[in-house]
Nanobody
Framework: QVQLVESGGGLVQPGGSLRLSCAASGTSFRINAMGWYRQAPGKERELVATITRGGSTNYADAVKGRFTISRENAKNTVYLQMSSLKPEDTAVYYC???????????????WGQGTQVTVSS
């Protein structure tokens, strides 16, 4: 029904920047909130940032001031601009979206496959 595809991950040096993108595709749906989560090896998945359809944002304390989440509703796309990257930011980053599916008029939660971000010198 709804597919999320992340892109933009890769290897960067500490202090560097990277921008992640996530595009939702499908038919007969309306995206509500979107967000980014991350999971490092051996650790639980954690919230990075969320954004409502109206543009209200929330950030994890660890990324405040360094990461910026944004979206383009017409493209069903959410972005995560990451700056001043630290080795601790190394993780698989997952895109999340809450979508209203018109066929059932219910909201469902969707996840992308994840994109690897590695911060290392």
């Amino acid at each position: 029904q709804v597919q999320l595809v992340e892109s933009g991950g890769g290897l960067v040096q500490p202090g560097g920047s990277l921008r992640l993108s996530c595009a939702a595709s499908g038919t007969s749906f309306r995206i509500n909130a979107m967000g980014w989560y991350r999971q490092a090896p051996g650790k639980e998945r954690e919230l990075v940032a969320t954004i409502t359809r109206g543009g209200s944002t929330n950030y994890a304390d660890a990324v405040k001031g360094r990461f910026t989440i944004s979206r383009e509703n017409a493209k069903n796309t959410v972005y995560l601009q990451m700056s001043s990257l630290k080795p601790e930011d190394t993780a698989v980053y997952y895109c999340n979206a809450e979508a209203l599916i018109y066929a059932t008029m219910r909201y469902y939660d969707y996840w992308g496959q994840g994109t690897q971000v590695t911060v290392s010198s």
